[in-house]
């Protein structure tokens, strides 16, 4: 059965502390990792897809990386509107329910405090 | 940009009330998800559909039944709402060969 691990489930940095969050899986094979963030009462926003072991994708204060078992979410000075929960999934081409499936994560919440 | 919506933001119905949750897509997706979110349990999918007409279950259909009769939209139906369908629940949409999924802004859906 797939597997998607986020951590921490909570975090708080002030505003311009850069830092990292984590999501490690467990998959028969990984057509895509997906990183999306959601606001609060919303539906979550598509941010980065990941392939393969070793990409990398930027966008604005926001890079994803991904290695063999895992994929980092690296933010870079942050600003308080970059407060919400992040959320992981991956695509697993063997999963029971189709290829089409993702398997999220329980994502982390982030605060950044001004 | 692609554009999901969904019909209702909130609702409210009581127990044993049939439920329909209606989603809409305008970019020509062939495949379409409905989701729900509950706190610790992150999201779940319910069904899914790969063209019209066509569906399959997901992790969570107990309860559930979806409709599919026009491209862009997808209905998810409870047939007999119960307290534990309290939840948040999202659509969500990907052209058949992206893997990338778009979702709507979700309903938020209390059965008292």
């Known amino acids: 059965e797939d597997q998607v691990t986020q951590s921490p489930e909570a975090l708080r940095l002030q505003e311009g502390e850069s830092s990292s969050l984590n999501c490690s899986y467990t998959?028969?094979?990984?057509?895509?990792l997906f990183w999306y963030r959601q606001d609060p009462g919303k539906g979550p926003e598509f941010l980065f897809t990941?392939?393969?072991a070793g990409e990398e994708k930027e966008k604005e204060r926001l890079k994803a990386t991904l290695t063999k078992k895992e994929s980092f979410l690296h933010i870079t000075a942050p600003k308080p509107e970059d407060s919400a929960t992040y959320l992981c999934?991956?695509?697993?081409?063997?999963?029971?329910?189709?290829?089409?499936?993702?398997?999220f994560g329980k994502g982390t919440k982030l605060s950044v405090i001004p | 940009d692609v554009k999901v919506t969904q019909s209702s933001r909130y609702l409210v119905k009581r127990t044993g009330e049939k439920v329909f949750l209606e989603c809409v897509q305008d970019?020509?997706?062939?495949?379409m998800f409905w989701y729900r979110q509950d706190p610790g349990l992150g999201l779940r999918l319910i069904y899914f559909?790969?063209?019209?007409?066509?569906?399959e279950k997901g992790d969570i259909p107990e309860g559930y039944s979806v409709s599919r009769e026009k491209k862009e939209r997808f209905s998810l139906i409870l047939e007999s709402a119960s307290t534990n369908q309290t939840s948040m629940y999202l659509c969500?949409?990907?052209?058949?060969?992206?893997?990338?999924?778009?979702f709507g802004p979700g309903t938020r859906l209390l059965v008292l």
């Open positions: 559909s790969y063209d019209v007409k066509m569906k």
């Open positions: 998959v028969s094979g990984l057509r895509g």
């Open positions: 969500a949409s990907s052209p058949r060969t992206q893997e990338t999924q778009y």
């Open positions: 999934a991956v695509q697993d081409p063997y999963s029971g329910a189709g290829s089409y499936q993702l398997t």
């Open positions: 970019m020509d997706h062939e495949n």
């Open positions: 990941l392939y393969s």
